[in-house]
């Protein structure tokens, strides 16, 4: 199974930004879908941004035009650039392999002045 691991998350003021970087092992990474999810307190985990094997990416309606979804393949890496924080955009951050059901630990970002 998939092992994955988050990191970059921390407190930030509105407006600011946060990179997130997730590190994949066991899996044949460059075939991969892969995605960064969310979760907020008392909410459900909700999908922010995926990217295909192909590099075809797709965002949530709420972080459309703050955040980019990236990948490096030859690093077996995913990233996640957050631009114009919000805080409503406050949650522990999951990456994933698409339709694996396997997830790493999990980072949280805070947005607050």
């Known amino acids: 199974q998939a092992q994955l691991v988050e990191s970059g998350g921390g407190l930030v003021q509105p407006g600011g930004s946060l990179r997130l970087s997730c590190s994949a092992s066991?899996?044949?990474?460059?075939?991969?879908?892969m995605g960064w999810y969310r979760q907020a307190p008392g909410k459900q985990r909700e999908l922010v941004a995926s990217?295909?094997?192909?590099?075809?990416?797709n965002y949530a309606g709420s972080v459309e035009g703050r955040f980019t979804i990236s990948r490096d393949n030859a690093k077996a890496t995913v990233d996640l650039q957050m631009n114009g924080l919000k805080p409503e955009d406050t949650a522990v951050y999951y990456c994933?392999?698409?339709?694996?059901?396997?997830w790493g630990p999990g980072t949280q970002v805070t947005v607050s002045s």
């Open positions: 066991r899996i044949i990474f460059s075939i991969a879908a």
């Open positions: 990217i295909s094997n192909g590099g075809i990416t």
């Open positions: 994933t392999r698409i339709g694996s059901g396997a």
